[in-house]
């Protein structure tokens, strides 16, 4: 299951509450691998790692692998996004090894991603970075609002302005059952 959706929707909020939720899961965030390969690898000019190859390969790659080795376990990727070939490539290497991959896009209006992302302290012992990082994160929102308007049908539009963040679990879990019937109590 991968938890799509622009900076601010609610992802890492509705995975903490799908971790609470059920008990065989894996909560899998791209963006580590992201961080570990700026260490290890030249970044593209863009200086954005799923830029990178190597990232959407070990990501995809990851992902099979989990399907695989823990076939009784929901796995679970919060992570935008927001560029189609990059997700294609991705759930075309997760594919490898399961059909069952639940795309989930948590929408939201601009105003409340503003507002979510405006309120959200991420470094508060460090105000600078903190300032930084919400620059960038506001100047994702318009791609983030077009690649909505291009996802398909594979793909299930969740809105997160009213919803709870246990109402959006339960929602994602329905779906989930509906997609792949498993045990996710």
Not at 6 to 19: M, N
Not at 85 to 98: G, L, M, N, P, Q
Not at 112 to 129: A, G, N, Y
Request: one cysteine or more; glycine letters at 6%; aromatic letters at 8%.
């Amino acid at each position: 299951m991968w938890i799509n959706g622009p900076f601010g929707a609610g992802k890492s909020t509705v995975t903490d509450e799908l971790v609470r939720t059920v008990k065989k899961i894996i909560m899998f965030d791209p963006e580590e691998v992201g961080f570990h390969l700026r260490q290890w690898v030249p970044m593209p000019a863009s200086e954005d790692f799923q830029d990178l190859g190597c990232w959407r390969d070990l990501v995809g790659q990851s992902c099979a692998a989990f399907v695989r080795h823990y076939p009784d376990h929901l796995v679970v990727v919060p992570m935008t996004v927001v560029n189609d070939d990059y997700r294609r490539e991705i759930f075309d290497i997760i594919h490898k090894s399961t059909d069952e991959v639940l795309h989930i896009w948590l929408s939201a209006s601009r105003q409340t991603l503003t507002r979510r992302i405006t309120d959200q302290i991420m470094f508060p012992h460090d105000p600078e970075r903190d300032a930084g990082v919400r620059a960038w994160r506001l100047a994702q929102v318009d791609g983030a609002m077009a690649c909505e308007k291009r996802l398909g049908p594979d793909t299930v539009v969740l809105p997160t302005d009213d919803a709870s963040p246990w109402q959006l679990a339960e929602r994602i879990l329905a779906e989930a059952d509906r997609h792949a019937p498993r045990v996710t109590g």
